[in-house]
């Protein structure tokens, strides 16, 4: 009696060691590991009873839903079994002996990963995390440990706004032209893998992805960023933070005169994408792109503010936003959704040569004097409309006064992939972007 007594005061004693927080996870690499501290041990036998009397489902071991005598035997058949080598020199949740490092993913059992580097593919979502969920249990549906990810949770209005009838849910077509150009994308992987990015909309499709929803009623404009985060805090899961971007797509924002496409935090988390009366797959697709660009670190010029260079060739720069990025070397946009790969030449704006246009090969009249001159010549050309030009000094119709030195920028070999900081919200006073542009604005 007195035995028992003593047996039982100690493993009150012990349990009460144990972080409650810990107990009852049992680590898929060994499932009899209940308190996950990688090794099997009396408490683990103790936070199994306990959570086995408290009815908690975390302990049943056979998932059939119901706790009985077979998860007790699984439990000691996993018990006397022991683990296996659980070091995780990396300490990214995921044992040595599954991080094969030769780069293919197979499953949490053989993740293609490097054991010596908690971030494979270079993504700031830890191996572990995309293998097998977060420790908050947010399950990154489709991410992959050898190839970089980008989630955006996508919250939506939707009604009658201005007498106008508008749906702003993101579609399967907008989704499928935005992983089309991320999926192209020339930003490196591990492994000599093949580039590119795998983008992830949430907009409640369903197949692991619920979090997307409808906003309620049919707001002209929200607030960014107060209104925006009050919604964010109604109807973004907490866990989500640090892992998935939050937009929301509306109407307007700030007024109801605003006919901007869209706000975003800069090296930040949150954006809006506000399509006002013409919504349409490639002006949303374009412009979710454009204001995530702002999130991952990418501005007008995409080093810089400065906008509209003819040599600047992205959906960042509001030449190409709708669109679209130049294929031919003529600067002007055709119709493809795309950053910038940085290829383009540098143009000085006081010594400018038409025979080198943007690419270094195709002409361009800059002047539009239909003469193409062989000598070069002072122009301001980061103009509001494509052919627009300004004499150095004016900055009638242009970006800026200025003559300068117009330079590209490699967009996906600079996204910023620290903006995201697992588990918390980020900086909390980010610098915003505006962007005071739409169809038409500038371009026909
Ligand atoms: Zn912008």
Redesign the pocket.
């Known amino acids: 009696m007195n035995r028992l007594l003593s047996s039982c005061a100690l493993s009150i004693a012990i349990v009460a060691l144990v972080p409650s927080a810990t107990i009852a996870q049992s680590s898929p690499y060994c499932p009899a590991d209940i308190v996950f501290d990688n090794e099997l041990n009396f408490f683990d036998v103790s936070a199994f009873l306990d959570s086995y009397l408290e009815g908690d489902l975390a302990v049943d071991l056979n998932n059939n839903g119901n706790l009985e005598f077979f998860d007790i035997s699984l439990f000691l058949q996993y018990f006397i079994g022991g683990c296996p080598d659980l070091t995780d020199t990396d300490g990214d949740r995921l044992p040595d002996f599954v991080e094969t490092d030769d780069g293919i993913y197979m499953d949490s059992f053989g993740t293609g990963t490097d054991p010596l580097n908690a971030d494979t593919d270079g993504d700031f979502l830890s191996d572990g995390d995309e293998v097998l969920g977060t420790v908050d249990g947010l399950f990154l549906t489709g991410a992959s440990p050898v190839m970089k990810d980008i989630f955006i949770e996508c919250d939506w209005f939707a009604g009658n706004f201005e007498g106008r009838d508008e749906n702003y849910r993101p579609t399967p077509a907008v989704e499928a032209r935005l992983a089309n150009a991320f999926f192209n994308a020339s930003t490196a992987n591990p492994y000599d893998l093949p580039d590119g990015i795998h983008i992830h909309l949430d907009y409640g499709q369903g197949n692991g992805f619920t979090g997307g929803n409808q906003l309620p009623g049919s707001p002209v404009f929200i607030l960014f960023d107060s209104d925006f985060n009050n919604y964010k805090a109604k109807h973004f899961d907490p866990i989500r933070k640090g892992y998935f971007h939050y937009a929301i797509f509306g109407d307007r924002y700030n007024s109801t005169l605003n006919r901007s496409s869209g706000v ?1 935090e800069f090296n930040g988390d949150d954006f809006m994408v506000t399509m006002v009366d013409y919504n349409s797959t490639v002006n949303m697709a374009n412009t979710i792109a ?2 995530l660009g ?1 999130n991952l670190g990418l501005r ?1 010029g995409g080093f810089e503010n400065r906008n509209r260079k003819p040599n600047y060739n992205s959906v ?1 720069n509001y030449r190409h936003q709708f669109n679209g990025i130049d294929i031919t070397g003529s600067s002007v946009g055709n119709g493809v959704l795309d950053y910038s790969h940085g290829v383009n030449i540098d143009l000085n704006e006081n010594a400018l040569l038409e025979l080198n246009g943007v690419n270094g090969s195709v002409a361009i009249d800059w002047n539009n004097d239909t003469i193409l001159d062989p000598n070069p010549y002072a122009l301001n050309i980061n103009c509001n409309s494509t052919f627009a030009t300004a004499p150095c000094g004016s900055s009638s119709g242009c970006y800026d006064a200025n003559c300068d030195l117009l330079r590209d920028h490699d967009d996906w070999d600079n996204i910023n992939w620290s903006r995201l900081v697992s588990g918390t919200d980020r900086v909390p006073t980010p610098e915003l ?1 505006e ?1 005071d542009n739409w169809p038409g604005k500038f371009l026909p």
């Open positions: 975003a454009h204001e702002h007008h960042m972007i962007c």
